[in-house]
């Protein structure tokens, strides 16, 4: 393929997530087998956990889905078929949160990197070639504009120990 006069197109997508499940997106190889590894991952991780893994693969050209929630194998199915990139994957989980599985995901031999871990509103920005499409990065909810006052850096500590999270 010449590439000396290849365009890029970006895209941003935005993220069907109208229940503000926690989401996270990553790249991985070897789709064919990674795509139900990683669900079995999570299950390993978090007793009573439900979730669902979608993976694109780049040939057949098709988006993979695996999960134990039918809802959520659809939601992450399609977020991920609309994101298009091979190799990208779109985890969904229900009665968990990322903190209890980013460290399984991150030393899992299939998992190439973590774009983003969260429940806020996310658009995804792809760029697309002759070649095909890939994730350049993820926006994760909306600017700041200030920085966090005393009284409130003590209710986040306090939401933190409620959810058995101890902050020194």
Do not use: W
Not at 44 to 67: D, S
Request: proline share 3%.
């Amino acid at each position: 393929m010449d590439t000396a006069d290849a365009k890029v197109k970006i895209e941003r997508v935005e993220v069907k997530n109208t229940e503000e499940k926690q989401v996270i997106i990553g790249q991985g190889n070897f789709t064919i087998f990674a795509c139900d590894d990683i669900f079995r991952t999570l299950l390993t991780a978090v007793p009573g956990i439900k979730c669902a893994v979608a993976m694109n693969e780049a040939a057949p050209r098709l988006t993979r889905v695996t999960g134990n929630d039918e809802g959520l194998k659809k939601l992450a199915s399609e977020n991920c078929l609309r994101i298009a990139a091979s190799h990208t994957f779109f985890i969904i989980l229900d009665n968990a949160f990322p903190i209890n599985v980013l460290g399984a995901l991150k030393s899992h031999p299939a998992v190439a990197t973590l774009y983003v871990a969260s429940a806020n509103p996310l658009e995804v920005i792809v760029a697309e070639t002759g070649l095909g499409r890939a994730v350049i990065g993820v926006v994760d909810g909306i600017s700041v504009n200030r920085i966090e006052t005393e009284e409130e850096k003590k209710e986040r500590r306090e939401l933190c120990e409620r959810l058995g999270y101890l902050v020194e």
